[in-house]
């Protein structure tokens, strides 16, 4: 039941983001239509990828992705929320370094096929943290691709914008490759073993090999 809340809400965001393409397209305001309708379709590819390569997120992974979309595309551009709170790119950046911080972990985990003595736990942190900087100057890119095409803003004050930006980018996923570390270790930061977990068991047939700490000592 709980699955299904995650993907009504969802679809709800989809449906809002529609109506308010069309509604901005009714009154002339092109620009918003543009921003709404892309917020549809990048929030969607990560659906896409993942079809593509058979992995299943938690609903709780899909829904951060879409909502993380709409406040950074939607909110932060048509609605200039970036001009309104000073804190919503600091905000934004740090939540999704952290969750590509957690996401390369796993990422780099499953290819060890869950296998957590194949490699040092150090070294696979620091793989997930090199994924996780890749994806947010990946996303700096982007900023200015968006800029230079259609004459927005992303950047902000241009270089100094997109520094504080890494830096914010290498902070979180400094603290997602720290909380891989630990999870190695069988140790715990703030909770955010439950995300692991949650994310081993809907992909367990890529961790043939898992097997949590504590039920290797015993064993």
Same mark, same amino acid.
């Given at each position: #039941?709980?699955?299904?809340?995650?993907?009504?809400? =969802?679809?709800?965001?989809?449906?809002?983001?529609?109506?308010?393409?069309?509604? +901005?397209?009714?009154?002339?305001?092109?620009?918003?239509? /543009?921003?709404?309708?892309?917020? &549809?379709?990048?929030?969607?590819?990560?659906? +896409?990828?993942?079809?593509?390569?058979?992995?299943?997120?938690?609903? +709780? /992974?899909?829904?951060? =992705?879409?909502?993380?979309?709409?406040? +950074?595309?939607?909110?932060?551009?048509?609605?200039?929320?970036?001009?309104?709170?000073?804190?919503?790119? &600091?905000?934004?950046?740090? /939540?999704?370094?952290?969750?590509?911080? &957690?996401?390369?972990?796993?990422? =780099?985990?499953?290819?060890?096929?869950?296998?957590?003595?194949?490699?040092?736990?150090?070294?696979?942190?620091? /793989?997930?943290?090199?994924?996780?900087?890749?994806?947010?100057?990946?996303?700096? =890119?982007?900023?200015?691709? #968006?800029?230079q095409l259609f004459g927005l803003n992303m950047q902000k004050s241009g270089l100094p914008d997109t520094m504080g930006d890494l830096i914010v980018d290498a902070l979180g996923a400094l603290v997602g490759a720290v909380a891989g570390f630990l999870y190695l270790k069988?140790?715990?930061?703030?909770?955010?073993?439950?995300?692991?977990?949650?994310? &081993?068991?809907?992909?367990?047939?890529?961790?043939?090999?898992?097997?949590?700490?504590?039920?290797?000592?015993?064993?």
């Amino acid at each position: #039941m709980k699955r299904d809340r995650y993907h009504l809400t =969802i679809y709800l965001i989809w449906a809002a983001l529609g109506v308010a393409a069309l509604a +901005s397209a009714f009154e002339g305001r092109w620009s918003t239509a /543009f921003v709404a309708v892309g917020t &549809i379709v990048l929030s969607y590819l990560p659906f +896409s990828a993942l079809e593509r390569f058979q992995l299943r997120l938690p609903p +709780s /992974f899909l829904l951060a =992705i879409v909502l993380f979309t709409v406040m +950074s595309l939607f909110l932060g551009e048509a609605f200039d929320f970036y001009e309104r709170l000073w804190w919503w790119d &600091i905000f934004l950046h740090a /939540f999704s370094a952290l969750g590509f911080g &957690i996401l390369g972990f796993l990422f =780099i985990f499953m290819l060890f096929e869950g296998d957590r003595y194949a490699a040092p736990p150090w070294a696979m942190a620091f /793989f997930g943290y090199c994924f996780a900087v890749t994806m947010g100057a990946t996303w700096e =890119i982007f900023e200015f691709t #968006m800029d230079q095409l259609f004459g927005l803003n992303m950047q902000k004050s241009g270089l100094p914008d997109t520094m504080g930006d890494l830096i914010v980018d290498a902070l979180g996923a400094l603290v997602g490759a720290v909380a891989g570390f630990l999870y190695l270790k069988g140790r715990q930061l703030g909770g955010l073993e439950a995300l692991f977990d949650q994310f &081993i068991e809907a992909n367990r047939r890529f961790f043939r090999k898992y097997r949590r700490k504590d039920e290797g000592e015993g064993g």
